[in-house]
């Protein structure tokens, strides 16, 4: 889910377990979408991307899934682990470039042992 | 593995004075771009760079902000007079092209007192 200011949604899991975040983009003409995770005191990492004309993409142990309908993101993290606590940011294309990107506020993952 | 690399790690300033950021893109890459990140807050785009020029810039990005690619390595962000609100943590990053992936830095902590 999405949030604003101070309080990012958390999300608990427990390691070994998968991890769904989800996350509700706003411009229906975007055509690109992108996942990061950043750890504290570092910047964004990319995680995985997607195209509009796409509606799975499957990674290392990640996957993501877009509803264009629904304006919906989600990414999917299999056999979480210890060192995928952190923020984990979507982020949709702004304009022409796949650079230009406009994030969402965050989900807080925290892997319990 | 070529990565995006920020320097300062943090900076400090007065109120007034001017604040150049750093940033070396990795080395095939592109296209620049600079983003801003206050505390609690989402990632913003502030701008992007291509062709020794902007082409994209949003209204965060006013006559107070300026970048430049100075020789064939570095890319900088300058606040000429840096007020209290632009305390935040900024992001340089890079892509191959206009249709990819676009890489972060490890940001640079600005602190305005």
């Known amino acids: 889910g999405e949030s604003v200011g101070l309080h990012l949604p958390t999300l608990s899991v427990q390691e070994g377990d998968n991890s769904i975040i989800n996350c509700a983009y706003s411009?229906?003409?975007?055509?690109?979408f992108i996942w990061y995770k950043q750890e504290s005191g570092k910047g964004p990492q990319f995680i995985i991307d997607?195209?509009?004309?796409?509606d799975k993409r499957q990674g290392q142990r990640v996957t993501v899934l877009l509803n264009k309908t629904v304006k919906h993101l989600s990414l999917q993290i299999a056999a979480t682990q210890p060192g995928d606590s952190a923020v984990y940011f979507c982020?949709?294309?702004?304009?022409?470039?796949?650079?230009?990107?406009?994030f969402g506020a965050g989900t807080q993952v925290v892997v319990t042992p | 593995e070529p990565e995006v690399t920020q320097t300062p790690s943090h900076q400090v300033t007065q109120m007034g004075q001017e604040v150049i950021l750093r940033c070396v893109p990795i080395?095939?890459?592109?296209?620049f771009y600079w983003y801003r990140q206050i505390l609690g807050q989402k990632v913003e785009f502030l701008v992007s760079?291509?062709?020794?020029?902007?082409?994209?810039k949003s209204e965060i990005f006013d006559d107070q902000f300026s970048v430049e690619r100075p020789d064939g390595s570095n890319f900088t962000l300058k606040i000429r007079s840096t007020k209290l609100e632009d305390s935040a943590m900024y992001f340089c990053?890079?892509?191959?092209?206009?249709?990819?992936?676009?890489?972060f830095g490890q940001g640079t902590r600005l602190t305005v007192v």
């Open positions: 080395s095939n890459h592109l296209y």
């Open positions: 997607i195209r509009s004309n796409m």
């Open positions: 990053a890079s892509g191959v092209g206009r249709y990819t992936e676009a890489f």
């Open positions: 982020a949709e294309n702004l304009g022409d470039s796949w650079g230009k990107l406009q």
């Open positions: 760079f291509y062709n020794n020029e902007i082409s994209e």
């Open positions: 411009n229906s003409a975007s055509d690109y």
